[in-house]
């Protein structure tokens, strides 16, 4: 069945650091691919996606690339704020309109 | 819009009681689901439903039912309590390739 793996948190970084959250992804089909993020005590807010192969997802000042060829939908940011502190979770939807599997997510810690 | 809603916000429960948490959209979105979030587990479907009338079993169903007589409203239902189901629950509705989730609620089993 449709997996997606993530990176082990927590990650804890600095202000203005560069930022990467690696995913990996199994499907059988062509999935679409998804980065959701959980600020704290809130439920989860959609922070980009990617519905083919090679389309760059952007938002916020994130970006994560759809690479068939490496399974893979990382999440990276040039430059951390603090207020970027949440858990990301990376997700695949296998049919389009459909149900996600999600990763279990990484906790992102900024520090000033 | 209020997007997704639900109710609870926390509650306690002991074991063998029963309580429907509830979620409302309106958003008219067809597509509804129900999950639950435990440590290092990430998000798990429970259940989900594509209209009203229509529901159907995720990842985790056991122990919760589902019913969905209106497109806004999608509850869900625990008829016997365990200490197993002690999660934070979330509802969804989702439209195109987006979720949009309501800010959970937090349950308890002793």
């Known amino acids: 069945g449709d997996s997606v793996t993530q990176m082990e948190g927590p990650v804890t970084l600095s202000e203005e650091a560069f930022l990467t959250i690696n995913c990996t992804y199994t499907?059988?089909?062509?999935?679409?691919l998804f980065w959701y993020v959980q600020y704290p005590g809130e439920g989860l807010q959609l922070l980009l996606k990617a519905t083919k192969a090679d389309d760059k997802g952007s938002n916020k000042g994130f970006e994560a690339t759809y690479r068939k060829e490496t399974t893979s939908f990382h999440l990276e940011k040039g430059s951390v704020q603090v207020s970027d502190s949440a858990v990301y979770f990376c997700?695949?939807?296998?049919?389009?309109?459909?149900?996600?599997?999600f990763g279990k997510g990484t906790m992102l810690l900024v520090s000033p | 819009n209020a997007g997704v809603t639900q109710t609870p916000k926390f509650q306690v429960l002991k074991t063998g009681q029963s309580m429907t948490l509830q979620c409302a959209q309106d958003m008219n979105h067809e597509y509804m689901s129900w999950y639950r979030q435990d440590p290092g587990m990430g998000l798990r479907l429970i259940h989900y439903?594509?209209?009203?009338?229509?529901?159907d079993q995720g990842e985790v169903p056991n122990g919760y039912n589902v019913s969905r007589s209106t497109t806004e409203d999608f509850p869900l239902r625990l008829l016997s309590a365990a200490p197993s189901q002690t999660s934070v629950y979330f509802c969804a509705s989702q439209e195109d390739y987006e979720q949009y989730f309501g800010p959970g609620t937090r349950l308890t089993v002793t």
């Open positions: 439903s594509v209209g009203a009338g229509i529901t």
């Open positions: 997700a695949l939807s296998d049919q389009g309109y459909s149900t996600l599997t």
């Open positions: 499907a059988t089909g062509y999935p679409s």
